[in-house]
């Protein structure tokens, strides 16, 4: 097996797609430019699904679920039994995430990676046991280089799950109390950023809440010090879930799916798969921008303009998943609308 697997090329996009529909475009009954940037995403899509006409009507949804060994220095609003807790309200069809899938007729799969509290094996979940999450990184490294590496075959597995399903559209979520703070902390970390730029509420810290949590990640960021590249920032500073959706990402670019990727924790495992792949980057859509304050930053590393602005924050792929439709609508409107010729209508001067 390739333990390098990442540093695999990634599909190209498809260049003569994009120039057929964007020639589509420019016929349509409408004047250039009046859908604004809706417009743009359909030659993207084109590209990236080697066609005119894009669809998104397979749609694959992965839940990557794990705790986080820094939460004991009480950097978040919720005990850590809320995320295995969780696990079951995925499957169960109670949380946001299981509407949306609903809703979007999208394939919902669960992955346990590791929790703190110990779990009965639950019906639908993939139980990955990779330990009892991550330890505390403003102590020690948050998982060994081993561990790591199988936590991004997770999110590549997952990939591969949904290449075999023709999905159309794969969208990670995340699942982790603490997860903002890691994510915060690898984000640091990699855009040479200090806490208080970056770190934000998460699930609803006050101020002093806050305060507390960039602390926490100045120690840490103290501690791990030094010219590590992307795998070992990972390692030092990730979580289980933020390494799979990293795998998942650069795993999507080399089967050539399209990602549609989440709020603030799924840009910072965006960020990794384009530091370590950069050829990844071209297959990433970016949902929306979140009420976390360091987004905006990481969105801004890799080039990325979000395609909606709501003050989302709740995680799990749930932006993800509401941007869907928009996505679905300007694939409709570039298939369905008549060009100026087939409706008879005069196109602008020239």
């Known amino acids: 097996m390739n333990t390098q697997w990442w540093l695999e090329a990634c599909q190209l996009p498809d260049e003569s797609a994009r120039q057929a529909a964007q020639q589509r475009n420019v016929q349509l009954t409408k004047p250039a430019g009046a859908l604004g940037r809706v417009e743009a995403l359909v030659p993207q899509l084109a590209a990236l699904q080697r066609r005119e006409r894009p669809t998104l009507e397979h749609l694959w949804i992965s839940i990557f679920a794990g705790d986080h060994g820094v939460a004991e220095e009480g950097i978040s609003a919720y005990p850590q039994s809320v995320t295995g807790q969780m696990l079951g309200n995925f499957v169960n069809g109670g949380a946001a995430i299981s509407v949306l899938a609903r809703q979007l007729r999208a394939e919902l799969e669960v992955i346990d990676l590791g929790t703190a509290v110990p779990l009965q094996p639950l019906p639908r979940v993939r139980h990955l046991g990779l330990g009892p999450g991550t330890r505390n990184f403003s102590k020690e490294p948050a998982m060994s280089a081993e561990i790591c590496l199988r936590a991004m075959q997770a999110g590549r597995d997952s990939a591969e799950r949904a290449g075999l399903q023709r999905t159309e559209l794969f969208i990670g979520g995340e699942m982790g109390i603490g997860n903002t703070t890691t994510a915060a902390a690898l984000a640091c ?43 070992e920032w990972m390692q030092r500073l990730g979580g289980f879930e933020l390494a799979a959706l990293t795998g998942a990402y650069i795993a999507c670019a080399q089967q050539g799916i399209v990602a549609l990727v989440d709020g603030f924790i799924c840009s910072v495992a965006a960020l990794c798969a384009v530091r370590l792949n950069p050829a990844a980057r071209d297959w990433l859509l970016f949902a929306h921008r979140s009420a976390e304050p360091g987004h ?13 602005d709501l003050d989302l924050r709740l995680g799990e792929g749930s932006g993800a998943a509401l941007a869907v439709p928009l996505l679905q609508m300007a694939c409709a409107l570039h298939d369905g609308m008549a060009t100026f010729e087939e409706a008879a209508v005069a196109a602008k001067h020239s």
């Open 189 to 231: 970390a990699l855009l040479n950023c200090a806490p208080q730029e970056l770190a934000g509420p998460g699930t609803g810290l006050d101020a002093a809440g806050v305060a507390h949590k960039c602390a926490v990640i100045e120690r840490a960021l103290a501690l791990h010090a030094g010219p590590h590249d992307t795998c």
């Open 296 to 308: 905006t930053a990481v969105l801004a590393a890799m080039n990325a303009q979000p395609l909606l």
